[in-house]
């Protein structure tokens, strides 16, 4: 079966072309990054617009690169949330356009699902597993015991990772998009250099709101003591990101593990838009050595893209009766 996916939930403009939710023939992204990096931050309604600028672009470009005619698609998709909502019926209603004009299936599509159906991609990854979901909007654990019965075990109670990573980065002075940099400085400091607080909160939550204050209050310290921490070269810099990097990486593995060993799970997978966090992989990585079986998306499927949304299409489609009239929602 081969489905053609659409993405627009957030700053990323995407079309993908993917045979029975495993192998990808096409996949096209088209960032934003430049646009909303004047403005330190995705604003909605520039998205929006620029989604609609470019959106048919993306999709005549997945196509040519496929070699492949629209004729020949059994059913387009899209992101139906959750996500900005302007942005969102960009992609949708271009789903269900070419779904009408070719007469065939329009399906909805979960962004979070998408994201955890990333590990799919070019694998033979099969349920039950344990995923550990990080975006900029979520933090969640998640229970996958069949293709569509993805339960939500744990999440957070403030903050998400990605938002966590994106406004330490703001604090440190780095540029927009924050969570990879961050990264990036963090692989050259010692994640040794200060010791940040892991939140006490039940077993299968999160909450980063006091890792947060805590590199805030270190940034002063530092700044009251007349160290240079506004200059990004700074070794102090860098040893901060590695210090944040190192707490944070640590509490979402351990709870991830935690939950998996009180269910049994042998196989963990990384999710969503930190999957790509150099560190996090090589801890799950790690993970091997205690007898886990692991998977985490190709940096190119951890971030927005529409690869995902056609695999989820295939193996956790939004169950309603008429696709053609389900709406965008912005919460999931
Ligand atoms: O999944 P995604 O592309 O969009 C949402 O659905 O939210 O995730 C974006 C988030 C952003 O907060 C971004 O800073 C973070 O993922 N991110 C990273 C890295 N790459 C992207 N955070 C930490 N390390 C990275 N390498
Ligand atoms: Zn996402």
Known sequence: MLIFGIETSCDETAAALVRDGREVVANVVAS??????????????????????????????????????PNEVDAFCSTAGPGLVGCLLVGLNAAKTMSLVYNKPYIPVNHLNAHV??????????????CLLVSGGHTQIINASAYDKLEIVGSTIDDATGEVYDKVARLLGLPYPGGIRLDKLAQSGNPKAFKLPEAKVGEDEFSFSGLKTAVLRLVQGLKAEGHDVENLESPLVADICASFQETITSTLLNKTVNFAKKNGSKTIVLAGGVAANSRLREKLFALKTDGYEVFAPQMKYCTDNAAMVASAAYFNPIKTENPLEFEVFSRG
């Open 32 to 69: 934003q990054i430049d646009t909303h990096a004047r403005y330190g931050g995705v604003v909605p309604e520039v998205a929006a617009r620029e989604h609609l600028e470019i959106i048919n672009v993306v999709i005549e470009e997945t196509f040519k690169k496929a070699g492949i005619s």
């Open 117 to 130: 159906c990333a590990n799919f991609l070019g694998t033979s990854l099969e349920p039950p597993f344990t």
